[in-house]
């Protein structure tokens, strides 16, 4: 019994109440998951793209590990690090001004290798023995690198240095 007025407004208001529940329940979670999945289409991209950083730097790092355990398997059976030093030291006229020469070895954890360290000290050296004696020891294939360097004048004399040094590389 109800008008026409009425029975319109309530088919409006069942209309617009459907609409509502079609929205709500049908329409706006469909929205969201298309939403939450492109964020995470993103943040996969992302994690991708992090994974390939990570294989190539791992490429890498594997390549250069390799280079360096062929050097360490082309050196000599004998090879120690204190006596390729007290070698260069002699082939570059330095052996007379070498105060000190302190050997130790460190074991590294996890790794069949240890850290065998040479710490010089060496007085009174101009820079034209100095230089030639620092490329020999960073520049050979027995891998064998600088570790720590301090040069200070020599005293009264301004021309010469006193060094302290300490060379490494990877003993097995």
């Known amino acids: 019994q109800m008008q026409k007025r009425e029975k319109m407004a309530v088919t409006a208001a069942g209309i617009a109440v459907g609409i509502f529940l079609i929205l709500q ?7 969201n998951r298309r939403t939450r999945l492109q964020n ?4 996969q991209k992302v994690a991708l793209a992090e994974i390939q950083s990570l294989q190539s730097e791992y490429a890498a790092l ?5 280079v360096m355990e062929n050097q360490i398997k082309g050196r000599p059976k004998n090879f120690t690090l204190f006596s390729f030093i007290d070698r260069l030291a002699g082939k570059n006229g330095i052996k007379a001004n070498i105060a000190s ?4 070895t460190t074991n590294l954890k996890n790794s069949p290798y240890g850290l065998s360290t040479v ?9 034209e023995q100095l230089a030639p004696f620092l490329h020999g020891i960073e520049n050979n294939s027995h891998m064998v690198w600088i570790k720590r360097l301090s040069i200070a004048k020599g005293g009264k004399n301004d021309s010469l240095l006193d060094v302290v040094l300490q060379a490494a590389t990877l003993q097995r």
């Open 40 to 43: 995470e289409i993103k943040s």
């Open 25 to 31: 329940l049908i329409i706006f979670p469909i929205l």
């Open 62 to 66: 594997t390549r250069t590990t390799r």
């Open 101 to 104: 020469m302190k050997p130790s």
């Open 119 to 127: 710490e010089m000290k060496i007085n009174a050296l101009t820079m």
